[in-house]
């Protein structure tokens, strides 16, 4: 039976949902502040990541836990301050630290991963934006044998769920990748994965499609949310919008909408930055890079070569800190050459993480009608679509295309 649904939320996430409900047959209204795909979702390096199931939670972590703390990895920088006012999440999430939950979070992810990629696939061919997407893999590099010794380690479980690689010798990297200046001994291709041009024309074309389909998109921000009836209202200052049920699918802003309703949902926020930069005249990279070592990506876009830096941990809305992507250019610049910033300032976004790295999808342990969406960490462009099919399937009661278990509200107490 068709139902009036409300999605709050606008990034990849929201959007996927309110499309799939919206093919399922439900009338869709989707609410967020800005336009849609213009947060968190606007500046990833566009990757469509179906080997990307190591968590970042694994035991490996722990042994460079020290370096974290001191910010002597490039990959990820904290505030010290912060982690001591969130020191019960930080404890939580280190719990998770075993192989047991990396083995576990790597079979769930891969399946959830595969299924979105192919749901990409579809959703692009019906957006009419194919040229958007890119099949041609990810490189991932590395500047040292004892780099990608370290890595290899992770290459083993990567191979053992299914995914698909290639190693490259230092002249072979050369024959697929002539632009890169010779820093690099080692690479490591993932082979299926995909990647977009532009997230932001992606996500608009999706948005396209849910419209075309007669969903509708309200720009205007939530400020409550309460159950009336049988159903919901969203309140967005003067206006108010009422529907049978309710996703709540807003990134990091998620955990604070639900503590409206009285959840205490444990997120923690990955900050990530990004610079575009003017090509040089070096040959043009073929395919996204991952420097592994330095812990910059490196992704020819749209407008231009995006640099995005890894890791910062702090506050949600803590002031930017451009420490870790001038490092990030700065690195990228030995690898790549590069002219002229074409950002005045590097842009930043929050990528919501629970503490055990999977997201949360399916319905509120206390109230009927309303469902969660969110949590996805680095991987909310990766997922989308594949965590709109199983929640779709989950608000219609229909067989979900994978095991939701993994990824139930009530694997914590809320």
């Known amino acids: 039976m068709a139902k009036d649904i409300i999605v709050v939320g606008g990034g990849i996430v929201g959007v996927c949902s309110a499309l799939s409900l919206q093919r399922a047959g439900h009338h869709v209204r989707l609410i967020d502040s800005k336009k849609p795909g213009r947060e968190t979702s606007y500046g990833n390096a566009g990757m469509l990541a179906e080997a990307s199931f190591l968590v970042m939670n694994n035991p490996g972590l722990v042994k460079i836990l020290p370096k974290i703390l001191l910010n002597r990895t490039p990959g990820v920088r904290v505030n010290r301050w912060f982690v001591l006012k969130r020191l019960p999440w930080f404890l939580k999430f280190l719990s998770y630290c075993r192989k047991a939950h990396v083995l576990h979070a790597a079979s769930t992810l891969r399946q959830l991963l595969t299924l979105s990629l192919d749901a990409h696939k579809e959703l692009i ?45 230092r002249e ?67 206006n108010t919008f009422t529907a049978d049920d309710l996703v709540l699918s807003a990134g990091a802003w998620s955990a604070e909408m639900a503590s409206w309703l009285d959840y205490r949902i444990p997120m923690a926020w990955e900050r990530g930055y990004h610079m575009h930069l003017q090509p040089g005249e070096a040959p043009a990279l073929h395919r996204a890079i991952h420097d592994i070592e330095a812990g910059f990506v490196l992704a020819p876009m749209k407008a231009g070569l995006r640099v995005t830096s890894g890791v910062e941990l702090t506050d949600r809305d803590a002031p930017p800190n451009y420490q870790q992507i001038n490092y990030s250019v700065e690195m990228a610049r030995q690898a790549y050459d590069m002219k002229d910033q074409l950002d005045q300032t590097p842009w930043i976004g929050r990528r919501p993480t629970l503490i055990d790295s999977l997201p949360m999808i399916g319905a509120a342990p206390r109230h009927d009608g309303l469902w969660f969406n969110f949590g996805h960490q680095h991987l909310g462009l990766s997922l989308a679509p594949g965590s709109a099919q199983l929640l779709t399937a989950l608000i219609d009661n229909t067989p979900p295309p994978i095991d939701a278990a993994a990824f139930s509200p009530t694997r914590f107490r809320l």
Request: aromatic share 10%.
């Open 125 to 169: 061919k019906a957006a009419g934006v194919d040229h958007l997407l890119r099949q041609t893999g990810w490189l991932k590099l590395f500047r040292t044998e004892a780099g990608f010794a370290k890595f290899s380690k992770d290459l083993e479980i990567v191979k053992s769920f299914g995914a698909r690689f290639t190693v490259y010798e």
């Open 172 to 238: 072979q990297i050369r024959q697929i990748e002539p632009g890169l200046k010779p820093i690099y001994c080692k690479a490591v291709l993932m082979d299926d994965t995909c990647a977009v041009s532009s997230p932001a024309d992606l996500t608009d074309a999706y948005v396209a499609l849910f419209q075309s389909l007669g969903g509708v998109v309200e720009q205007t921000k939530v400020t409550g949310l309460r159950q009336q009836d049988a159903g919901w209202c969203v309140e967005c200052g003067a």
